[in-house]
Every structure is written in C-alpha cells, then in structure tokens.
C-alpha cells in the first residue's frame, strides 16, 4: 500500500536549549528550554515532535521526567513497528492512558508528521488549512514599565500584529497604564497564568479601561467555573488557556459563558485530533481562537504554524521569530516572522528538518527503539 508507512525505529532525546533572554511568568522564570524530542523514521522518512512540559509542573501538572517514564515504558514501545495508514490510527496506542495530554501529544503530533510525509503531503493540506502565512505577536516576559515599553517599541517596528503582556498581581494596572500611555492604539492583551483570585474582581474590573482585546487565564488552571463569575463582571473578553485541555472543556466554558476565546496549544491538548476538535467547538460558537506557544524550538513552532492554518484562528498567535527565543535552532528552516506574518515552512510534513550538528550538541540519546 502506498498510502501507509511503518515505524521502524524511534529515538527519544531530552534537549536543553539556552534562552537568549530569561522568560518571566507569574509562576516563576524560565533560562532554558528543556523538553523531550521524539524522532521516528520509516520507509526512508523521519518524523519530529517535541513536548511542551516543563522540568517542574508550574504551567500545567506534566514534567519533562513523567512524560519520559511515559513515553518510554509504555507508548513508544507499542507504536515501533506498527504500520500507519493514518493519523488516526495512533488514537487506540494512547487510548488507555489517562490524562498526560502534553505527553501523548508528542506522540501524536510525530505521527502525523510522518502521515503527511508518507502522503507527501505539507501538514496543514491535511489539517484543512486555509493560508500559507499566519498572523502573529509577541508574548513579553514581566519585566520593568520601561523595559517593556523597549520591547514594545521593537516588536511594533518589526510588525508583529499584537502585543501580549504577561501580568501578576502587584504588576498589572500601573504597568498598563504606562504602556496605553506610550502605546494608544496596539492591539494588546495580558496573560496572567492563572495569578488572581474571585477575591481580586476589582483589580481585574479596572482593567477594562486598558481597551485589551483579552484578558488570559486570570484564575486557577483547573477552573472554569469561576472564570463564569469574572467574565460577567467585566467588557473585556477571558480567554482560557490552561484550563481548556479538551473539546468538552471548550464546550462548557463556552456554553456557561466563562470565555469569549481560547488560546489552543496542540501540545498541551493531546494532539491534533483534540485541537481540531476545540478548534470546531469554538467556531460552532463563534468563538475565535489563537495558537498559543510554549517557547518551542523550530520543531514545535513548526507544528504550531501548521495548526494555525486553520480557519477559525482569527486572532493573532503567539509564534513569533525562533530568532528572538534562541541563539541557534535545532533545525535547518528559519522560522522568522515578516511584517507579524509568519509562513508555513513549505515542503511535506511539517516542512522543517532536525540540524543534527547542533542536535547534538545540546541534546543526550535517552533511548532507540528499533523494530
Ligand atoms: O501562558 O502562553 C503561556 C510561555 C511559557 C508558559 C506559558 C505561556 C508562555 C507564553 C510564551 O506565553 C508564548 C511563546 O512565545 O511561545
Ligand atoms: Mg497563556
């Protein structure tokens, strides 16, 4: 058959990329970039996915350790040798393990890289995707009042089409009030990792005069009830991002009117079966989403460009330049934005290939599975 390619091996490595600058969120600092890469090949192919947990469970609850017990004492081994005739065939492999969405995802993400290459295929054709380019912004990391308005300065002059500020109590209505001064008119949003509180409703209703087009994730990550309460209070729109994991999660946020737009990351929810399907859900809601981003290396960011394609991503994503997060990449392709455009990496799969000089050099082989 031609249509189908088997898995003849698997390498699981763990990098440690260096950030040109520390990354700060309300739940603490980020130097490096630490994350489990998968590479499987067959029939002549290789196909790539990286995770998007962290060493310590400080976004959602998965670590890079649990994802690597996961993956090579019970998912990896039963997916080498199988033969692949289509991306959903990796559903029953991840079927009877609970929860580990972040973990599975890379899993699946790798197996629909190689689908789209055994198709020869780019990614995005198979997600239906309806552009070659994706709009994007910047995610600025908490910083000084004027450092941020610095950053904001160079990211307007490179084009990028929204700015987002991550926020946490203390540093919030004078920091937005400083940027709107300096900056009227940007489209802006603050993202506050889940800092606040039912108790701060009256810090987060001031921030409707900021004019944000979102306000993401101001509570807890395993809240939806209560964004209900928040979203009521204010004009601005909530956006959930750790709190959606599923297409029902987005179902009931929306049904109950806890937010007006989600932020999908296909490497937090599972993969892309469960991307799309929040994807669907929102848009049978009118709900935009965006795609959020996990400082990937070009492989995830990769991945997350090709997700983007898709129709009801209306807003601005998070995937900017791999130039700004890394001194070098870990694959061949630049992926660097233009005028806040970012373009598919055009060739089959997800359109980029691993610069093994370098792979190597920041990144140590934790097992090889062969068929
Ligand atoms: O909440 O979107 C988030 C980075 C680390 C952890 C959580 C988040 C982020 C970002 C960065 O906002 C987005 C990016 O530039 O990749
Ligand atoms: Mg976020």
Redesign the pocket.
């Known amino acids: 058959m031609k249509h189908a390619v088997k898995i003849d091996s698997a390498e699981l490595r763990m990098v440690h990329l260096p950030l040109l600058t520390p990354?700060v969120?309300s739940t603490g600092t980020?130097t490096h970039k630490t994350f489990p890469l998968l590479i499987l090949r067959g029939g002549g192919l290789e196909a790539v996915a990286e995770g998007v947990m962290d060493p310590l469970p400080d976004?959602l609850e998965e670590t890079t350790a649990g994802a690597v017990d996961l993956l090579r004492n019970a998912v990896v081994p039963k997916l080498v040798g199988e033969r692949i005739t289509s991306s959903a065939d990796i559903a029953p492999v991840l079927a009877p393990w609970r929860g580990n969405r972040m973990a599975k995802a890379v899993v699946e993400m790798a197996v629909w890289d190689l689908w789209a290459k055994a198709l020869n295929q780019p990614l995005w054709h198979l997600l239906g995707g309806v552009r070659n380019r994706i709009e994007v912004g910047?995610?600025l990391g908490i910083a000084p009042l004027d450092v941020t308005l610095d950053r904001i300065a160079e990211a307007q002059d490179q084009g990028y089409r929204r700015i987002?500020l991550?926020i946490k109590q203390g540093h919030d209505l004078a920091l937005l009030a400083g940027v709107r001064n300096a900056f009227p008119d940007i489209k802006l949003t603050v993202?506050a990792?889940t800092d606040y509180a039912l108790s701060d409703l009256s810090t987060l209703r001031k921030m409707d005069a900021f004019d944000l087009d979102y306000i993401?994730?101001p509570l807890a990550f395993d809240d939806i009830l209560d964004h209900n309460q928040v979203q009521a209070a204010l004009k601005t729109a909530i956006c959930l991002?750790e709190s959606i994991r599923t297409a029902k999660d987005a179902r009931i946020a929306l049904q109950m009117g806890a937010a007006r737009v989600i932020?999908i990351k296909v490497g937090r929810v599972g993969g892309y079966a469960e991307a799309r399907a929040i994807h669907d859900v929102c848009a049978a809601f009118g709900a935009p989403v965006w795609c959020?981003?996990?400082?990937?290396s070009g492989v995830g960011r990769a991945h997350n460009i090709h997700l983007a394609t898709m129709p009801n991503f209306t807003k601005p994503g998070?995937?900017?330049s791999a130039s700004r997060y890394f001194e070098r990449d870990i694959v061949n392709e630049p992926l660097e934005a233009a005028d806040g455009l970012m373009s598919v990496p055009p060739g089959a799969g997800i359109g980029v290939t691993l610069d093994y000089a370098y792979l190597d050099q920041v990144s140590e082989v934790i097992e090889v599975w062969t068929a």
């Open positions: 990354f969120i980020m976004y910047v995610s987002k991550k993202d990792n993401e994730q991002d932020n959020g981003g996990m400082l990937e998070d995937t900017s």
